[in-house]
């Protein structure tokens, strides 16, 4: 089969490759669409250390079961499917009480680490686990289904983690993929003042069509400060970080009122430092977020309804053949560009 492989960092090529073997409890998918995650982007440069090479790498995927292993039940071959990211055990703590994010034999699809490789969805063909599949219904194109996976992260962490209530007060800190889905999923949830903060004018333009009352260039405005003139003097109750850098972790925390909540989702840097004395006297909660947790099925019932606009945020289909040129436009954050889904 042909693939995208990452041969080294900085270099994408296609390959002929064999065709993946399927397990008893696994399906063998054919691959119809493919989005380029940000997580790649920095596993494609090698920051992340979690892509090295040789890797096939893409874990946001929707396609058709080509064929289904022995002890496979209630799916077939020709079944529209996507699956979740997560490879999850099943069997431990975690996944019994249904917390499969964390579970304690996590694997991600597309990813290659110290303690792992496991291929990803840049392929003609991709092996799955039965139990992360779910169907995708008639209304929803595989270029959407594609957008499933993003877009269950941003529902994980409205209606499974955050504290948030109908007309609450809230800021988005961040507007790329992740955080434009936030606004949506917040927006849903019943909040009245709706801010997103970002340094791209054309990102936060957008976030106001997808519903932010209210957005916020941190490189020109003093955003804490700008937060609380539109939300009133005690801030929003609650933010949500969608980068993950210390500076607008920080200015998550000091956007929300004293008692309100930061619900922390990204995730780029390893560490980052605190107003730790703010956050304890102002009895400030940080909640982490990660991955989700079967959100997929609400997911896919949000687009078909058209309840999230994930078109909005697709800014390419392209073949599995531009691939590269695609990480490379990606890499230098060519203004406007925002996801890009390869076809195989």
């Given at each position: 089969?042909?693939?995208?492989?990452?041969?080294?960092?900085?270099?994408?090529?296609?390959?002929?490759?064999?065709?993946?073997?399927?397990?008893?409890?696994?399906?063998?998918v054919?691959v119809?669409?493919?989005?380029?995650?940000g997580?790649?982007?920095?596993?494609?440069?090698?920051?992340?250390?979690?892509?090295?090479?040789?890797?096939?790498?893409g874990?946001?995927?929707?396609?058709?079961?080509?064929?289904v292993?022995?002890?496979?039940?209630?799916?077939?071959?020709?079944?529209?499917?996507?699956?979740?990211?997560?490879?999850?055990?099943?069997?431990?703590?975690?996944?019994?009480?249904?917390m499969?994010?964390?579970c304690?034999?996590?694997?991600?699809?597309g990813?290659?680490?110290?303690e792992?490789?496991?291929?990803g969805?840049?392929?003609?063909?991709?092996?799955?686990?039965?139990?992360?599949?779910?169907?995708?219904?008639d209304?929803v194109?595989?270029?959407?289904a594609a957008?499933?996976e993003?877009?269950?992260?941003?529902?994980?962490?409205?209606?499974?983690?955050?504290?948030?209530?109908v007309?609450?007060?809230?800021v988005?800190?961040?507007?790329?993929?992740?955080?434009?889905?936030?606004?949506?999923?917040?927006?849903?949830?019943?909040?009245?003042?709706?801010?997103?903060?970002?340094?791209?004018?054309?990102?936060?333009?957008?976030?106001?069509?997808?519903?932010?009352?209210?957005?916020?260039?941190a490189?020109?405005?003093?955003?804490?400060?700008?937060?609380?003139?539109?939300?009133?003097?005690?801030?929003?109750?609650?933010?949500?970080?969608?980068?993950?850098?210390?500076?607008?972790?920080?200015?998550?925390?000091?956007?929300?009122?004293?008692?309100?909540?930061?619900?922390?989702?990204?995730?780029?840097?390893?560490?980052?430092?605190?107003?730790?004395?703010?956050c304890?006297?102002?009895?400030i909660?940080?909640?982490?977020?990660?991955?989700?947790?079967?959100?997929?099925?609400?997911?896919?019932?949000?687009?078909?309804?058209?309840?999230v606009?994930?078109?909005?945020?697709?800014?390419?289909?392209?073949?599995?053949?531009?691939?590269?040129?695609?990480f490379?436009?990606?890499?230098?954050?060519?203004?406007?560009?925002?996801?890009?889904?390869?076809?195989?």
């Amino acid at each position: 089969m042909k693939a995208l492989v990452l041969t080294k960092y900085g270099q994408l090529e296609m390959q002929e490759v064999p065709c993946p073997e399927i397990g008893a409890d696994e399906v063998l998918v054919r691959v119809h669409a493919c989005a380029i995650c940000g997580s790649d982007v920095h596993g494609y440069d090698g920051t992340s250390g979690r892509r090295q090479p040789p890797i096939i790498m893409g874990h946001e995927a929707a396609g058709v079961i080509e064929r289904v292993g022995s002890a496979v039940r209630g799916y077939a071959a020709g079944d529209r499917v996507t699956f979740d990211s997560t490879v999850y055990c099943g069997e431990c703590w975690y996944c019994r009480h249904g917390m499969v994010n964390l579970c304690e034999n996590r694997m991600v699809l597309g990813v290659s680490c110290d303690e792992y490789t496991n291929p990803g969805a840049m392929a003609e063909y991709v092996a799955v686990k039965a139990r992360t599949l779910y169907r995708v219904p008639d209304a929803v194109s595989f270029e959407q289904a594609a957008m499933v996976e993003p877009l269950s992260i941003a529902a994980h962490a409205v209606a499974s983690v955050a504290p948030i209530h109908v007309g609450d007060k809230a800021v988005i800190v961040g507007a790329g993929t992740i955080g434009l889905l936030l606004t949506q999923m917040v927006k849903a949830a019943g909040a009245t003042d709706l801010v997103v903060v970002d340094l791209d004018a054309q990102k936060l333009a957008l976030a106001q069509k997808l519903g932010a009352t209210a957005v916020i260039d941190a490189s020109k405005e003093d955003a804490p400060a700008r937060v609380r003139e539109i939300c009133g003097a005690r801030g929003a109750d609650i933010a949500f970080e969608a980068v993950g850098v210390a500076p607008t972790l920080r200015t998550a925390i000091k956007s929300v009122r004293l008692g309100g909540s930061v619900v922390m989702v990204g995730n780029l840097a390893k560490s980052a430092e605190i107003p730790l004395q703010k956050c304890v006297t102002q009895q400030i909660a940080l909640h982490g977020s990660c991955a989700s947790a079967g959100e997929y099925d609400i997911c896919l019932d949000l687009i078909a309804h058209h309840m999230v606009d994930v078109d909005s945020l697709i800014s390419a289909a392209a073949s599995l053949e531009e691939g590269g040129m695609w990480f490379d436009r990606l890499h230098a954050a060519e203004p406007g560009l925002i996801k890009v889904v390869l076809k195989p």
